[in-house]
């Protein structure tokens, strides 16, 4: 990665990701991979992100400590678990241009998936066991091979409607356990090179001022506009990585 690239899409692929974790439960979750996959491979991209994602997760817990939702942790992160041990097992199988394709299709896919839940709007839901398993290994799958667990869980959650703050508290919670586990296998597949070490430390602490900031916004921004420009953005970027990579 150039400094060039660094500065026109890793600073505000990492800064989004930030505010995304710090204000708005995984909005943009899905946004930064994609972004970094236009100038590398995907399995590096990854790499890259991981260390930061980790920095995120860890500088949101201050702010969000204890105010998670416990049962719905407790039905989400068995599932987890499995969809990290799936991506875990498949990694080899998969080369760099089917990633890519599949990352294109991912964040197409949680758009559209984005627009019918919103359509579908209606009364708040309960935990559901089952639904709640299900999305969550969609969570960890997408979330080891690109990063792009947010929009299951946001599937999963949104419709309880609960309260903003411990919304972002669970799902703060949700993926800090669930990167520490992906940091194992990530380093026993050789995923970690020095090249990526680097580039995570130089970006770290742009996702720690994007952490902050989203923290700082989550009470001054109209959630709607923000949703709607981030899942704009999703599209964007997947159909790029489409088109790169047909």
Not at 123 to 143: C, D, Q, V, W
Request: aromatic share 10%.
């Amino acid at each position: 990665m150039s400094f060039v690239e660094l500065f026109l899409l890793g600073i505000p692929a990492v800064l989004l990701t930030g505010i995304s974790k710090g204000g708005f439960g995984g909005a943009l979750g899905g946004i930064a991979v994609p972004l970094l996959a236009l100038m590398m491979p995907p399995t590096q991209a990854a790499a890259i992100m991981l260390p930061i994602l980790c920095m995120a997760d860890i500088t949101g817990l201050r702010r969000f400590y204890g105010k998670w939702d416990v049962r719905n942790l407790k039905i989400m992160l068995p599932g987890a678990l499995l969809g990290v041990l799936a991506g875990t097992l498949s990694f080899g199988l998969l080369s760099e241009r089917l990633i890519g394709l599949m990352i294109g299709g991912i964040a197409i896919a949680f758009f559209l998936l984005n627009v019918l839940n919103a359509a579908a709007a209606q009364a708040p839901s309960e935990p559901r066991a089952g639904k709640g398993t299900l999305l969550s290994g969609i969570a960890g799958f997408t979330s080891f091979v690109a990063h792009a667990g947010g929009p299951p869980i946001m599937m999963y959650l949104l419709p309880q409607q609960m309260d903003k703050v411990r919304y972002v508290a669970t799902v703060n919670c949700f993926f800090l356990l669930t990167n520490a586990v992906k940091v194992v296998p990530y380093a026993l597949l050789g995923q970690f090179t020095r090249t990526s070490l680097t580039a995570s430390l130089a970006l770290a602490p742009v996702v720690v001022f994007g952490v902050w900031l989203g923290i700082w916004l989550q009470s001054r921004v109209n959630h709607s506009w923000f949703y709607r420009i981030a899942w704009a953005g999703l599209l964007v970027t997947g159909v790029q990585l489409i088109v790169q990579n047909a």
